[in-house]
C-alpha cells in the first residue's frame, strides 16, 4: 500500500476513534458548562477528534486530486511479516509465563526465543548470551537494586 | 543580593562537608544508573531510595535524594540518545535529534553536549534560584486555572509545530493522548470513565507504559522487520577522539544552551510538568530561531543541546514552588516533599527561616551535583557509545528485557508489561502511517490537569468563556496560541503566492 493510502487508513481509525470515544461519553452525565459533568470532556475531545480527522482526510483527497503523483510524505517502514511475527509470538509467551517462571528463568526464555526468532542459528551462542543476560539482570535488579521481581515456581 | 550570596556561601560550606559530599555523589551516580535504565525514572528512583534516607540528617537525605532526581534526569538522555527510548518523559525530544546524531556515529558528540549543557543550565538556573526564588514564587501564585489551562492549550500547539510534519496530525495525536488520558477515575466527580468494568483501568492507563511502548517498543518492532542484513549491522562508532564535540559544534550549542536554561528556568516556576513542556518550547524556539531549520528531527546539535538545557534549568527551578511554598508541582518533587515530612522538615514561607541549612545547603549541593555528573559523565561517553557497537540482532532483544523488566519495576504489575506491549504495536502502526508519538505523550501527561483547569474556571467565571481571554496572563498564552497556529498558515500561502508569482 501506497503512503497517502496508509495515512488514509490512519485518518479513518482515529475519526472512527473519536466517533466511538463521543458515543460512550453521551452515556455519562454531561452537566453543563457551569457544572460539568462527566462526559463533558470526554465528549468535546471525540468531537475535535472528529473534526481534526475529518480535515486531514479532506486535505489527502484535496492533495490527491491536485497532483496525483506527489512524493511520499511518509517514509516506508518494513510491513508485519514472519520475523516480526514470531518476534512479537515469543515476547507474549514470555509476559504470559512471566509470573509463573520468575524473573531469571523468563528473562532467559525470552533472550533465546527473540535470538532465534532474529536468525540467530547456533544453539551455543544463544544459550550463552540468553544466560549471561539473565544472571546480569537478576544480579542488578534482584540482588543490588533490592527490587521485588516475581520469583515463580522456582522461587528465585 | 548580598545576603542572598552569604547565605549560599553558607550553603556550600554545608554542602562539602565530607558526608554531604559523599552523599551528593553516591546521588549522582545512583540518578544516572536509575535514568539509563528504561521504566525505572526519577520518581521510581526517589521513592525506592527514600528508605535509605532513613538515618540521615534532613539536609543529607534531601542532598541525596536531589542528586537522585537531576542524576536521573541527565542518565534518561543517556537512552534516549543511543536507543531512541526515553528514560524519562523529559527525554522524548532528545530522542528526535540525539538519535539521529547517534544513527550518524555522532552518538559521543550528542552525549557530551548533553552533559555540558545540563553543566552550565543548571549553573545558571542554581545563580537564578538564588536571586530570583522570593518575587518569582510570588509570581507563580498568579496562575490560577484560567491561566494553567490556557497555558497547556499553547504547550500543545507548540508541540504540534515541534514535529516538524503535519499539524493537523500532531493536533490529532494529542487530542488521542488527551482522551486516553480521561481513562479512569473522573478527577472532579470520581466517576468511572472508559473502564469497562475493570478495576485495573480506574488509575488511569500507566503513562511509562505508553512511553516506553510508543518510543522504546515500536523503535525494536520497527527494527525487527528488517531484513537480514540489516540486523547484522552495527553503528559505526568513530575513534576516541571523534567521539569529543567539535569546537564547531560547541560553538552551534552556546546560544541553544543559554536560551535553553532561561525558558527552563522560567517554566520551572509554573504547575506542570515544568521539564517536559521545557524540552518542547526550547526545541521550538531552536528551531524557529535556527538559520537551518530543516536540518532539526535529522540530528541538529542544537536540538539535542537546547532541551537538555531546559530539561535540567528546570528541574532546579521546580524546586522553587516545593520550598518557597511547599507545592510540589511534578511527581518527582512531591515525592521529595514526602521525603521531606519525613525528616520533619515542613516546606513553605517559613523554611528558609527555620531550616536554613537545609535550604541554603540543597541549592549548593546542586551546583556541586552537576560538577561531579559533568565529571563522571564525560569520561564514561565512549563507553555509553560503544553500546552502539552491539549488532541489532543482539541489542534488539537486550532492549526488550529491559522494557519489560523496567516496566514491571513502576508498579509491579503483569498488566502494565501488556498495556506497554499493546502500545507498542500502536507505535509502530503510528510510524507506518507517519504519525508522532511525542504529542500523545504529552497530551496524555497533562490531559487531568487540563481537564481539572478547564472545569474549574468554568466553574469560578459560572460557565463564562470569557475568563480565557479577561484575564491577562491566560489572554497572553492563548494569543501565542493563535499565533503560533497562524504562522505556519501564513508562511504556506506565502510560499505559495511566491510559487505563483515565480513559476520557473
Given at each position: 500500500?501506497?503512503?497517502q493510502g ?9 475519526f ?7 458515543a460512550l461519553s453521551l452515556?455519562?452525565?454531561i452537566?453543563?458548562f457551569?457544572?460539568?459533568?462527566t ?7 471525540g468531537?475535535l477528534l ?6 486531514f482526510?479532506?486535505?489527502l ?9 506527489a512524493?511520499p510524505?511518509?517514509p ?13 509470538g515469543a515476547?507474549?509467551?514470555a509476559?504470559?509465563l ?6 531469571p528463568?523468563?528473562v ?6 527473540l535470538?532465534?526468532s532474529?536468525?540467530m542459528?547456533k544453539?551455543?551462542g544463544?544459550?550463552l548470551?540468553?544466560l549471561a543476560?539473565?544472571?546480569s539482570?537478576?544480579?542488578?535488579f534482584?540482588?543490588i537494586l533490592?527490587?521485588p ?5 522456582p522461587?528465585l | ?5 552569604q547565605?549560599?556561601f ?10 554531604n559530599l559523599?552523599?551528593c ?5 545512583v540518578?544516572?544508573l ?6 525505572l525514572g526519577?520518581?521510581a528512583?526517589?521513592a ?8 540521615l540528617s534532613?539536609?543529607?537525605a534531601?542532598?541525596?535524594?536531589a542528586?537522585i ?5 541527565y ?7 543511543l536507543l ?6 523529559a527525554?522524548v525530544i532528545t530522542c ?5 546524531m547517534a ?6 558528540a550528542a552525549?557530551?553536549?548533553?552533559a555540558?549543557?545540563?553543566?552550565i543550565a543548571g549553573?545558571l538556573?542554581i545563580?537564578g534560584m538564588v536571586?530570583l526564588?522570593?518575587p518569582l514564587a510570588?509570581a507563580?501564585?498568579?496562575f490560577g ?12 500547539v507548540?508541540l504540534s509545530n515541534v514535529?516538524g510534519?503535519s499539524?493537523v496530525?500532531?493536533?490529532m495525536?494529542a ?7 480521561t481513562?479512569g477515575?473522573?478527577?472532579v466527580?470520581g ?8 478495576t ?5 492507563i500507566?503513562?511509562v507504559?505508553?512511553?516506553i511502548g ?6 525494536i518492532?520497527s ?12 553503528v559505526t ?6 567521539l ?6 560547541l560553538?552551534q550549542?552556546i546560544?541553544?544552551?543559554l536560551?535553553?536554561?532561561?525558558i527552563?528556568f522560567?517554566?520551572?516556576l509554573v504547575?506542570g510538568?515544568?521539564?517536559?513542556i521545557?524540552?518542547?518550547a526550547?526545541?521550538m524556539?531552536?528551531k524557529?530561531?535556527s538559520?537551518?531549520?530543516?536540518t532539526f ?5 542544537e536540538?539535542v543541546?537546547?532541551p537538555e538545557a531546559a ?6 527551578s521546580?524546586?522553587?514552588p ?5 507545592i510540589p508541582f511534578?511527581?518527582p ?10 525528616h520533619?522538615v515542613?516546606p513553605g514561607p517559613?523554611?528558609i527561616?527555620e531550616?536554613p ?5 540543597v541549592i549548593?549541593?546542586?551546583?556541586i551535583?552537576n ?5 563522571l559523565n ?7 557509545a560503544?553500546?552502539l557497537?552491539?549488532p541489532k540482532?543482539?541489542l534488539l ?5 529491559f522494557?519489560?523488566?523496567?516496566m ?8 502494565d508489561?501488556w498495556?506497554?506491549?499493546l ?5 509502530y502502526?503510528m ?5 508522532e508519538?511525542?504529542?500523545?505523550l ?10 481539572v483547569a ?6 469560578i467565571?459560572h ?5 480565557f481571554l479577561?484575564?491577562?496572563?491566560s489572554?497572553?498564552f ?7 497556529l497562524c ?7 506565502a510560499?505559495r503566492?511566491?510559487?505563483?508569482a515565480n513559476?520557473?
Amino acid at each position: 500500500m501506497n503512503p497517502q493510502g496508509r495515512e488514509a487508513i490512519g485518518g479513518i481509525i482515529l475519526f472512527l476513534f473519536g466517533g466511538a470515544t463521543l458515543a460512550l461519553s453521551l452515556g455519562m452525565p454531561i452537566g453543563n458548562f457551569r457544572a460539568a459533568g462527566t462526559g463533558l470532556f470526554p465528549m468535546i475531545l471525540g468531537i475535535l477528534l472528529m473534526t481534526l480527522s475529518g480535515l486531514f482526510l479532506a486535505g489527502l483527497v484535496a492533495a490527491k486530486r491536485k497532483s496525483p503523483s506527489a512524493p511520499p510524505a511518509v517514509p516506508a517502514e518494513p510491513p508485519f511479516g514472519r520475523q516480526w511475527a514470531m518476534f512479537m509470538g515469543a515476547t507474549v509467551l514470555a509476559v504470559a509465563l512471566f509470573g509463573t517462571l520468575g524473573f531469571p528463568l523468563t528473562v532467559f526464555l525470552l533472550m533465546a526465543l527473540l535470538l532465534r526468532s532474529l536468525g540467530m542459528r547456533k544453539w551455543g551462542g544463544v544459550a550463552l548470551l540468553s544466560l549471561a543476560t539473565a544472571l546480569s539482570a537478576y544480579v542488578l535488579f534482584v540482588k543490588i537494586l533490592k527490587i521485588p521481581l516475581p520469583a515463580g515456581l522456582p522461587g528465585l | 543580593m548580598l545576603e542572598s550570596l552569604q547565605h549560599l556561601f553558607a550553603g556550600f560550606g554545608v554542602a562539602t562537608t565530607t558526608v554531604n559530599l559523599t552523599y551528593c555523589l553516591i546521588g549522582a551516580i545512583v540518578g544516572t544508573l536509575v535514568g539509563v535504565l528504561p521504566g525505572l525514572g526519577p520518581i521510581a528512583g526517589i521513592a525506592l531510595l527514600i528508605p535509605a534516607t532513613f538515618g540521615l540528617s534532613p539536609t543529607t537525605a534531601l542532598i541525596m535524594l536531589a542528586g537522585i532526581y537531576y542524576g536521573a534526569m541527565y542518565g534518561g538522555s543517556t537512552t534516549s540518545i543511543l536507543l531512541n527510548v526515553p528514560g524519562e518523559t523529559a527525554s522524548v525530544i532528545t530522542c528526535i535529534d540525539g538519535y539521529r546524531m547517534a544513527q550518524k556515529g555522532r552518538a559521543g558528540a550528542a552525549l557530551a553536549i548533553c552533559a555540558i549543557g545540563s553543566f552550565i543550565a543548571g549553573t545558571l538556573a542554581i545563580f537564578g534560584m538564588v536571586f530570583l526564588a522570593p518575587p518569582l514564587a510570588e509570581a507563580a501564585l498568579a496562575f490560577g486555572p484560567a491561566e494553567y489551562f490556557s497555558l497547556m492549550v499553547c504547550g500543545f500547539v507548540v508541540l504540534s509545530n515541534v514535529t516538524g510534519g503535519s499539524i493537523v496530525k500532531s493536533l490529532m495525536m494529542a487530542v488521542v493522548g488527551l482522551i486516553i488520558g480521561t481513562v479512569g477515575l473522573d478527577p472532579v466527580t470520581g466517576d468511572a470513565r472508559f473502564t469497562f468494568g475493570t478495576t485495573y483501568l480506574l488509575g488511569g492507563i500507566e503513562f511509562v507504559a505508553v512511553a516506553i511502548g510508543l518510543f522504546g517498543i515500536g523503535e525494536i518492532l520497527s527494527n525487527v522487520g528488517k531484513p537480514q542484513a540489516a540486523l547484522d549491522q552495527s553503528v559505526t562508532v568513530p575513534r576516541l577522539k571523534e567521539l569529543y564535540p567539535s569546537l564547531q559544534d560547541l560553538k552551534q550549542s552556546i546560544g541553544a544552551i543559554l536560551r535553553g536554561a532561561g525558558i527552563g528556568f522560567g517554566v520551572g516556576l509554573v504547575p506542570g510538568p515544568a521539564p517536559v513542556i521545557a524540552t518542547y518550547a526550547s526545541y521550538m524556539v531552536e528551531k524557529k530561531t535556527s538559520r537551518h531549520p530543516e536540518t532539526f528531527g535529522h540530528g541538529a546539535v542544537e536540538g539535542v543541546a537546547g532541551p537538555e538545557a531546559a530539561n535540567n534549568a528546570a528541574c532546579q527551578s521546580a524546586f522553587i514552588p516545593l520550598f518557597v511554598l511547599g507545592i510540589p508541582f511534578a511527581p518527582p518533587t512531591a515525592i521529595l516533599l514526602g521525603a521531606l515530612l519525613i525528616h520533619g522538615v515542613v516546606p513553605g514561607p517559613m523554611m528558609i527561616s527555620e531550616h536554613p541549612e537545609v535550604f541554603w545547603g540543597v541549592i549548593a549541593s546542586m551546583y556541586i551535583g552537576n560538577f561531579i555528573l559533568l565529571l563522571l559523565n564525560l569520561p564514561f561517553v565512549p563507553l555509553f557509545a560503544n553500546i552502539l557497537r552491539i549488532p541489532k540482532r543482539v541489542l534488539l532483544p537486550l532492549v526488550m528485557v529491559f522494557c519489560i523488566t523496567g516496566m514491571y519495576t513502576v508498579n509491579n504489575s503483569i498488566p502494565d508489561i501488556w498495556v506497554m506491549l499493546l502500545f507498542g504495536v500502536i507505535g509502530y502502526t503510528m510510524r507506518i502511517g507517519g504519525f508522532e508519538g511525542a504529542p500523545l505523550l504529552l497530551a496524555l501527561v497533562l490531559g487531568p490537569k487540563l481537564e481539572v483547569a478547564f472545569r474549574q474556571a468554568l466553574m469560578i467565571s459560572h460557565g463564562d468563556f470569557g475568563v480565557f481571554l479577561s484575564r491577562p496572563i491566560s489572554a497572553f498564552f492563548l494569543a501565542a496560541t493563535f499565533l503560533f497556529l497562524c504562522v505556519p498558515l501564513v508562511r504556506a500561502a506565502a510560499r505559495r503566492w511566491q510559487a505563483r508569482a515565480n513559476p520557473a
